[in-house]
């Protein structure tokens, strides 16, 4: 089987404009959760998607969103980046949404200039 | 979640078992614990996990103590490519609770 795709991989953005991430699980996965690590932080989660719906969320601002399509396919969206939004974002698949094992993607790296 | 605290970093041989602690003194009866480990700028790989009895797999094997308190990832036979940060985290299997809670980790390094 695949394993989660992320893309794209890398990404260079200016302060102010907006991105899209996407991440594909693993084939019969049907929940995706998103994080973000920086060196300062850590690794942080953002939120989780099941059949369409935000499940659950982490302590972000609004400018951190996301949305889960039919086929467990998802994106995030980060808009009006600001510097300290450079990160490594992770995407992770799981089964379901009940606690079972998550698997993780390569990520994408995103700097802002 | 309940908290984890391991060390900050660890050295191992190569060809030497590795094992790494994990502190879990607070885990409650319905929480597993999981380990991953994340090399360099990759995504965090799952290595194992359980409830209360040992389990072993192809990659690690996974002691909990008798109380739930502590735990212990063992590598076998390390290798080069084994030097990463691993992550001990606790959480519940139930619904809902796909939120994993990272701590610092403990950066394992396997010299030659």
């Known amino acids: 089987k695949a394993g989660v795709t992320q893309t794209p991989r890398y990404l260079i953005k200016t302060r102010g404009q907006q991105v899209t991430l996407s991440c594909s699980p693993i084939?019969?996965?049907?929940?995706v959760s998103w994080y973000q690590q920086t060196p300062g932080q850590g690794l942080q989660f953002l939120f989780e998607?099941?059949?369409?719906?935000?499940?659950n969320k982490g302590n972000f601002p609004g400018r951190f969103s996301g949305r889960q399509f039919s086929n467990s396919r998802s994106e995030m969206n980060v808009s009006t980046l600001e510097l300290g939004d450079s990160a490594l974002y992770l995407c992770?698949?799981?089964?379901?949404?009940?606690?079972?094992?998550?698997?993780f993607g390569p990520g994408t790296r995103l700097l802002v200039l | 979640d309940a908290k984890t605290t391991q060390p900050t970093s660890m050295d191992c041989a190569e060809g030497r078992a590795a094992n790494l602690p994990c502190n879990h003194s607070?885990?409650?009866?319905?929480?597993?614990v999981y380990w991953y480990r994340q090399i360099h700028s990759q995504g965090p790989q799952y290595i194992i996990h359980?409830?209360?009895n040992n389990e072993t797999n192809e990659m690690a094997s996974l002691i909990i103590t008798e109380d739930r308190k502590s735990s212990t990832l063992i590598l076998p036979h390390a290798t080069l490519r084994d030097t990463a940060v691993y992550y001990c985290?606790?959480?519940?299997?139930?619904?809902?609770?796909?939120?994993?809670?990272f701590g610092q980790g403990t950066r394992l390094t396997i010299n030659p």
């Open positions: 998607y099941f059949s369409e719906t935000q499940r």
């Open positions: 359980g409830l209360k």
């Open positions: 985290i606790v959480r519940p299997l139930i619904q809902g609770a796909q939120k994993l809670v």
């Open positions: 607070t885990i409650s009866g319905n929480e597993y």
């Open positions: 084939s019969g996965h049907r929940s």
């Open positions: 992770a698949s799981s089964l379901s949404s009940l606690g079972e094992t998550q698997y």
